[in-house]
């Protein structure tokens, strides 16, 4: 148009159109009329300078009322597309898990805490008056706490079925006893080993080449003290017993080298002691 200061900056043609797409920003206008002094009014508009003056202010007064409403609709909509996505991210995680592969839950644990008064079965053999085991019979597991330990055993008991220790070697009670009888756990009173499948080691710790029955006794790894052995606990109350090796006679090949402190010794005629009648 020449000289008139008549611009199109190539927005919508109308700003109805231009807020639907959610274009205005403070820096943009759809139309603007530029005004020099001395100008003619624009061609075919028939205005004076100060109308089109007038009529610019009206047009950015109104393109800025329009600037604002198209941030307003560009935060909601922004808005909206986060909420969206964040309710797709909830749907994907909730369709995820319902479709990952469920796993077995694990059987409860062997010892549980004495605060919860829980009460967990396992099966084990009891002796006849015989001393022959008997058949399998359910029984609770033995859990106390620490303080109920201490109280019922004595130091070095406590030490070693409570504390894992181990008794100096030729010093316990019953790593040179002959006679026959039953060994039981100092704990729980379990029974866990005959005269009948004791031996003499030599290595100065009451040995037995199998127990009373397996399901007496717990094997736990154990790699304390840079060693790796096969722990022995009482199934009962988880009393540690001592440690089982493959060094042992036949028939089973093993030695149940227990400590005589986690042991009660009772005596009992109809059985025979296997290291007298060598």
């Not at 109350?237 to 402190?261: I, K």
Request: glycine share 10%; aromatic share 8%.
């Amino acid at each position: 148009m020449g000289g008139q200061g008549y611009r199109n900056r190539r927005a919508p043609k109308t700003f109805a159109a231009a807020s639907q797409m959610g274009c205005f920003h403070s820096s943009f206008r759809a139309w603007e009329l530029v005004i020099s002094p001395g100008d003619p009014p624009p061609l075919g508009h028939g205005h004076s300078n100060d109308q089109a003056k007038s009529k610019l202010i009206q047009v950015n007064s109104t393109s800025a009322r329009l600037n604002v409403g198209g941030d307003a609709l560009l935060v909601r909509r922004m808005k909206a597309h986060i909420y969206m996505g964040l309710a797709m991210l909830l749907l994907g995680s909730v369709a995820f898990s319902g479709c990952s592969r469920s796993v077995a839950a694990p059987e409860a644990a062997a010892i549980v805490s004495a605060d919860t008064n829980a009460t967990i079965m396992i099966q084990v053999r009891f002796l006849d008056d015989n001393g022959k085991p008997g058949p399998l019979t359910s029984t609770a597991k033995v859990v106390k706490t620490d303080a109920e330990w201490r109280k019922q055993l004595t130091p070095e008991q406590y030490r070693i079925t409570r504390g894992k220790g181990t008794e100096a070697a030729f010093c316990g009670a019953f790593f040179d006893n002959h006679k026959p009888g039953v060994y039981t756990c100092v704990c729980c009173g379990l029974p866990l080993f005959t005269s009948e499948t004791k031996f003499d080691s030599g290595t100065g710790w009451p040995s037995f080449f199998q127990p009373v029955a397996k399901e007496n006794i717990i094997e736990h790894t154990d790699n304390s003290f840079g060693m790796n052995r096969t722990e022995i606990l009482c199934a009962r109350c988880e009393a540690h017993l001592g440690h089982v090796f493959d060094d042992g006679p036949a028939p089973t090949g093993q030695r149940y080298c227990m400590n005589s402190g986690s042991l009660v010794f009772a005596e009992n005629k109809h059985l025979t002691d296997a290291t007298a009648a060598k």
